[in-house]
């Protein structure tokens, strides 16, 4: 029995897991993007780097965290107050 509910990525129907799967994983990608902008204009006052090897991981709770390579404490604390 047909709930009625069609659902759509780019014209190609999916079945609901995999549309809510889509959602969130798109979702996801735009939240590092914007991380990843942020943090790519904040360089380290010290060596003058900025943090790279941006990853999104599982995070308690379901949030989302990052991780990133930074030279030093100096540009971490920089990206952290460049993200509050
Ligand atoms: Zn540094």
């Given amino acids: 029995m047909s709930s009625g509910l069609k659902f759509e990525i780019a ?10 799967d889509n959602i969130q994983k798109s979702a996801v990608d735009l939240a590092t993007n914007a991380v990843r902008k942020r943090i790519s204009g ?3 006052p010290v060596h003058g780097k900025s943090a790279g090897d941006l ?3 599982a995070g308690q709770d379901g949030n989302l ?8 404490s100096e540009l971490r604390s920089a990206v952290e107050r460049s993200m509050s």
């Avoid at 014209?11 to 809510?20: E, H, L, P, Y």
């Avoid at 965290?65 to 030093?72: F, L, N, P």
Wanted: glycine fraction near 4%.
């Fill in 11 to 20: 014209g190609r129907t999916v079945n609901q897991k995999q549309f809510f």
């Fill in 42 to 44: 904040v360089r380290c």
């Fill in 55 to 57: 990853r999104q991981v």
């Fill in 65 to 72: 965290q990052w991780t990133y390579s930074a030279c030093c």
